[in-house]
């Protein structure tokens, strides 16, 4: 009787710890703290093309000449070699 007991109580003590935590992050997800600012659509396409538009240091002329002096001595070996 007495382990009958112990196992129905671990097993209430065990649910409630489910649904404690399942109740807390299902609430969390659902209320946002108070003065959070919520990004609409153009906010979200108006980061994305800023971070498209800002200069890149990989892209110079000068990097991007060098890349494409090296992508033709591939080819040339690779030609060259048939």
């Known amino acids: 009787m007495l382990r009958q007991l112990t196992g129905g109580l671990m097993a209430a003590i065990a ?26 659509r153009i906010d979200f396409n108006r980061t994305f093309t800023d971070a498209a538009a800002a200069p890149s240091p990989v892209n110079t002329p000068a990097n ?10 591939h080819l040339n070996v690779r030609l060259a070699g048939k």
């Open 15 to 40: 649910l409630g710890c489910v649904v404690i935590v399942g109740s807390t992050v299902a609430w969390s997800n659902i209320v946002a703290p108070v003065g959070e600012a919520h990004m609409t």
């Open 64 to 73: 991007r000449e060098r890349l494409r002096d090296i992508g033709w001595s």
